[in-house]
């Protein structure tokens, strides 16, 4: 059983350990997590795995040295070893001006996120019964050739973080998820689709039917394939796509990254990045969010942040120490393992929606390519670059023409960003929330 005041008590103690072993300061991070999935193909179970699991991590620090411990044993006769060990390793590190603990942290408020589905959790026959469901579904689906897998899980973790500095705090999570892959046609034209659901609550899943109903609508969607024309046409991500561009836009305004001077974004705070229509919020304390948390990875518990409004870059992704580098205030986002520093990262993105459906976009533009699949990387954040592999639809007169695959879509993200046209259609299922994105021009390789 969790028990997230068992983890806090043990972070403490750990804590206690590490200044009587000479620390100026120290932190520890715990987590404890059960998780069940199962996985299924064509009805038959390819695989199960029940884990369970509790680490912890203890961060020293001596002067501006530092190092990194962690243990999977839980017992506190061992944690004066623990934190010599710790020490030792501390004293033979190089310093740094910028890694530290929060000399004054603000005490964890009691803030209820529903971030836990007290409901009974299911057991590895309930989630085989909902993969099974989904993959009947897609295969019922008209076009699906066979199955490519369906698989259902289920998680609950506690995570605790005790600071030298006076900060103690603790929260719980569960996570359920429903997956489903679908194929159409058949040899070199096979074409592969899925779909998922992830929530907080079993309530707030949407049915395997429907998980397996839209991965198979998906991949008979594809049947015919072709590669689109070459040339500069306008460019329409839907909603699981578009957060991949979100995504490169986070990467390019995070902190660490402007410390370091590698993004293409550096020294372009208060300017326009991006279209007037494209605002983007951050927010941790959303009620059953994919990424809330009451508090971040450095303690703090900064709430809702502005990075874009009409287009203007507002802030950094900022942890204590990229804002110590850069001289600015930290805004709480740090992330962090049992294992590693923190480091920035955002929670709960929120990007507005425009006024225009798909269909709209579509009629905006004439002619051009909706993106349904993107592959590989492909972004360079230092200058911009983009280069994706992709596969979508092909339209004309702002009407579908046919599946295409097989295409490069090629251009600079600081163009994207001031070109993006955002739609109606905000799908909020993932931490990134994000409608379709319409770029302007890139450079489409097909035929």
Known sequence: MIDPDALTERAAALVEKAIAAGATSAD???????????????GQVESTDHSEGVDIGLRVFAGKRSAIVSTTRMEPDGFADLAGRAMAMAK???????????PAPTPAKDRDLDLIDRSAAPD????????????????ATNGVSRSGGAGALWSRTAVALVTS?????????TRHGISATAISGEGVHMEREYDWTSARHLADLRSPEEIGREAGLRAASRIDSRQGPSGRFPVIFEPRMARSLIGHLLGAINGAAIARKSSFLTDRIGEQIASAALSIADDPFLPRGGASRPFDGDGRSD???????KGVLRTWLLDLAAARELSLTPNGRASRGTGGHP???????????????????????GRGLLVTQLMGRGANLINGDYSRGASGFWFDNGEIQHPVNEIT???????????????ADVDDSERIACPSLMTGELTIAGS
């Open 28 to 42: 520890a991070i715990a987590v404890e997590s059960t998780s069940l999935s199962a996985s299924l193909l064509h």
């Open 92 to 102: 033979l590190a190089p310093e740094s001006a910028y890694e530290g603990i929060d």
């Open 124 to 139: 590895m026959e309930m989630l085989k019964a909902r993969a099974l469901t989904a993959e009947e579904a897609a295969l």
């Open 165 to 173: 500095a006076g900060f103690s705090g603790s929260y719980e999570t």
């Open 303 to 309: 709430g809702q942040i502005a990075l874009l409004e």
């Open 343 to 365: 480091s920035p990262s955002a929670t709960n993105v929120r990007v507005a929606p425009g006024s225009d459906s798909p269909e709209a976009l579509m009629k905006s533009a």
């Open 409 to 423: 879509i090629a251009g600079n993200l600081g163009d994207m960003l001031v070109s993006l046209v955002p739609g």
